[in-house]
């Protein structure tokens, strides 16, 4: 007992399951040599002893192991498994029973691989059964239904020797109508790691916990003072919402010992959320986001899931940086956008989430590098890339620490393969998502056990887990904090561990860069197309008065042109870029000439005027407009060519500018309007009319000059008449007067009156003043004297001759 507890790698408890099974073999020696002088057992015989080899009927039953608690157990613990068996063969299984089956440990961490392609593979090796009360069975199972099981076995009765990771296989054994003999008809292996005591040198493991969403905001805003953001659809409402990706990313994590990796654009655009926000529906309209409140719970959540954790954040947006390395380089500003998004993620993430964040790190798509994706990845600032240990492989018989120096200053934090990949695929069934659980937790105590000496490990899942997915990362992680052998270090502890000197630290180079990850690349077009539409921004914020409002949305949005979540959506990506490059052209003919139809000009000069629309929301300005002539012999403006005018427009409004012209020469002359920048850069359509000159001749002036004249001297003439009639009335008037006064008032009441006499007067004086009144023609003699009456004087009359 004293020797056998001596053994390096066991227990006192293993020893002595080491020897009870020593001396089972030695005292089943007798019997296996009298076997051995038996006759050899017929096939038929053979097969219905033990061999599930010979079974025609293999994997006829399905086993699914739906659990597994716990995970990893401990001296003391019960085991219990559960699941289903499903016949799915077309005759019904009798005598059938679940028995747990315990295999040899497991030695390597390729021998796990090997095992988990097999898991269900009858041929395969099956371990020795537990037997006894540890069964379930089963009368008959119908074709097509499924029975569920459980079996609950102590830790000790599965007698597991030294530490390690173990083969437990779920075997249904059954017989048929068509094969009436016991045989196994359905297996499914799963791991059992075996670490009941703390070991001794604990693997220090980090386990990025990512928080990234693909481009859910447009670069349109709203024309009020607040720039109401447009979404492109409400997908990302469903992400957060209760039950949804990033709220179980969240619930999940918290609680966890991880390090977050964070794209700032995800906060930036749930922060948008929590205020006014418009969604766009496939048919171009906007509706009103009412999801205020479901957004501001999950940034709560995530503000409290944080803190005390360290944050890793991505650039903005999350630039693929292997297309940007392969394909964008020689696209100018391609590097800047990045250096944008770069610059811009760590205020995004202190502001939002009041914590300051790391910038160190750069990770490109899977960890896969090459030689100039680690120069881009490091241009914008970084210093340590997240690889991955299938892209920078080593070729050790033991895994290294995750960090090691490639050159350059820059530190390579290299990702576990084996345990990174182990939550992807569809692991929304029970089964598979244990079998996730248990193969992780299995390489990771194997991976302890391959040296004494201490390591660290990183753990990068894919960037977008599955809520089952992140279920089950969740679920492992928990049971690793908990077990015997790991103990967790944030991500800035792992890149500043001791490298091993054995690592491996050269880059692999171009040619070795997955054919798989390339196809997925953002194309060259796409960053030619990001280049055309930046130049398009440059050339239109120069005008801007306000140029923020236009310039940060656009910038935002150009990040997330170059994002990793495009690949694999292509068409997605190439509808994102034309529908922001489209806006921004509308944007852009917002300022614009007015058409203008054919000019005529009547004389040697004149004004035309050209109309400049702006139907931004903001003033414009620093434009010029200038006013060409095609044909300056015939019209000149401004004395030469061209003439060019400063230009400044209010939001909504039209100026309208004049330009003085001069003709020499009859006909038509092609003018061109153009707006252009301070810079000499022209600025959208320019508008093309004809002038249409008519010269003016002397002859024409000398008619129209006699006939103002001839119209001035009627009117002079016809003044002195009517001066000359008026001089003639006063005097009659007064001569009047003085005979009265000779005769007296006595003669004057005294005189007979003469009625006709009287009448005949009256219509004298009507007849003189009307003519008086009536213009005279130039040909006719003024008169000198009033008109004499013809009708005889009245009695007291004064008649002048």
């Given amino acids: 007992m004293a020797e056998a507890a001596d053994f390096q790698g066991t227990s006192a408890s293993p020893a002595r399951r080491w020897l009870r099974r020593t001396g089972a073999l030695l005292a089943g020696a007798p019997l296996l040599a009298g076997l051995l002088q038996l006759p050899a057992a017929t096939p038929a015989d053979a097969a219905g002893q033990e061999s599930p080899q010979a079974a025609s009927s293999a994997g006829s039953v399905s086993v699914a192991v739906d659990s597994l608690s716990p995970s990893t157990p401990s001296e003391g613990d019960t085991v219990t498994v559960s699941g289903t068996v499903t016949n799915n063969g077309k005759q019904t299984v009798t005598g059938a029973h679940v028995d747990l089956q315990v295999g040899p440990p497991l030695e390597t961490r390729s021998a ?185 719970h999950w940034l709560a959540e995530l503000q409290q899931a944080v803190t005390g954790e360290e944050v890793a954040t991505l650039p903005f947006g999350d630039p693929d940086l292997a297309s940007l390395a392969h394909n964008g380089t020689n696209v100018t500003g391609s590097l800047n956008h990045l250096k944008e998004a770069t610059d811009v993620a760590d205020k995004t993430v202190e502001t939002i989430l009041h914590v300051k964040p790391s910038t160190d790190f750069a990770w490109p798509v899977n960890g896969a590098v090459d030689p100039s994706i680690v120069k881009v990845a490091t241009s914008a600032g970084a210093d340590k890339v997240i690889t991955r240990s299938d892209s920078l492989q080593d070729n050790l018989s033991y895994t290294p620490s995750a960090a090691r120096p490639i ?49 660290s490990v990183l753990v990068a899942p894919q960037r977008m887990p599955s809520v089952s997915q992140a279920q089950a990362m969740a679920e492992a992680l928990g049971a690793l904090q908990g077990g015997n052998w790991s103990e967790s270090q944030d991500l800035t502890a792992a890149a500043k561990a001791k490298p091993d000197p054995a690592a491996n630290t050269k880059v692999p180079s171009a040619a070795a860069y997955p054919s798989s990850l390339r196809k997925q ?50 068409v997605a990506a190439v509808g994102y870029r034309d529908g922001m490059e489209s806006y921004l052209n509308g944007l852009i003919d917002g300022v614009k000439l007015i058409q203008k139809s054919e000019t005529k000009l009547s004389g040697r000069s004149a004004t035309i005027p050209v109309t400049v629309q702006n139907n931004l929301v903001q003033g414009v300005e620093h434009l010029k407009l200038r006013l060409t002539s095609k044909n300056p012999t015939r019209l000149k403006i401004g004395g030469d060519a061209y003439e060019e005018q400063p230009v400044t427009v209010n939001g909504g409004h039209a100026q309208s500018v004049k330009f003085t012209t001069s003709a020499n020469a009859n006909g038509r002359a092609e003018v061109v309007a153009q707006l252009y920048t301070e810079d000499g850069q022209k600025y959208g359509a320019p508008v093309t009319f004809d002038v249409k000159v008519t010269e003016v001749t002397p ?8 006939g103002v004249l001839l119209l001035v001297l009627a009117g002079f003439r016809m003044y002195t008449q009517r001066k000359r009639a008026a001089a003639r009335e006063a005097h009659e008037d007064d001569t009047a007067e003085a005979d009265d006064e000779v005769d007296g008032p006595q003669s004057r009441a005294d005189a007979p009156q003469n009625p006709k006499a009287s009448d005949a007067r009256l219509k004298e004086e009507s007849e003189a003043g009307s003519r008086a009144d009536a213009p005279e023609q130039p040909s006719d003699p003024a008169p000198d004297t009033a008109a004499e009456s013809a009708d005889p004087s009245g009695t007291g009359e004064r008649v002048d001759r």
């Fill in 112 to 296: 796990i691989d090997t095992l988990a392609r097999k898991s269900d593979d009858l041929q395969g090796p099956s371990g020795e059964k537990v037997g006894g009360k540890y069964t379930e069975k089963f009368s008959a199972l119908t074709p097509g239904v499924a029975e569920p099981f459980s079996i609950s076995v102590p830790a000790d009765e599965l007698d597991l020797g030294r530490d390690g990771v173990y083969q437990l296989a779920v075997a249904l054994s059954g017989e048929t109508a068509a094969q009436p003999w016991d045989q196994v008809l359905g297996i499914q292996r799963t791991f059992l790691p075996w670490q009941p005591e703390e070991a001794d040198t604990r693997t220090k493991t980090t386990f990025l916990w990512p928080l990234v969403s693909s481009a859910h905001m447009a670069a349109e805003t709203g024309s009020n003072e607040q720039q109401t953001p447009v979404f492109r659809d409400d997908e990302l409402a469903d992400e957060i919402a209760p039950g949804g990706r990033l709220d179980q990313m969240v619930s999940l994590g918290k609680g966890l010992d991880v390090t977050w990796v964070i794209d700032p654009d995800l906060l930036a655009s749930v922060d948008a959320m929590t205020g006014s926000y418009q969604v766009r529906a496939a048919d171009g309209t906007t509706t009103p986001g009412r999801n205020q409140e479901v957004a501001k």
């Fill in 407 to 455: 050159g350059g200053g820059t530190t390579a934090v290299v990702a576990d393969s084996r345990m990174s990949t182990a939550f992807q695929g569809d692991l929304t069934k029970a089964s598979a998502s244990t079998l996730a659980v248990q193969r992780f937790l299995a390489q990771s105590l194997t991976l302890g056990l391959q040296t004494g000496k201490q390591r």
């Fill in 521 to 570: 690349e953002l194309p060259r077009a796409a960053f030619e197309q990001i280049a055309r539409t930046q130049g398009k921004l440059d050339r239109f914020k120069v005008i801007l008065t306000r140029q923020s409002r236009v310039v940060t949305p656009f910038g935002r949005a150009m990040n997330r042109e170059m994002s990793t979540s495009w690949r694999g959506r292509g």
């Fill in 699 to 706: 002859t024409v002036m000398l008619v129209i000059g006699g």
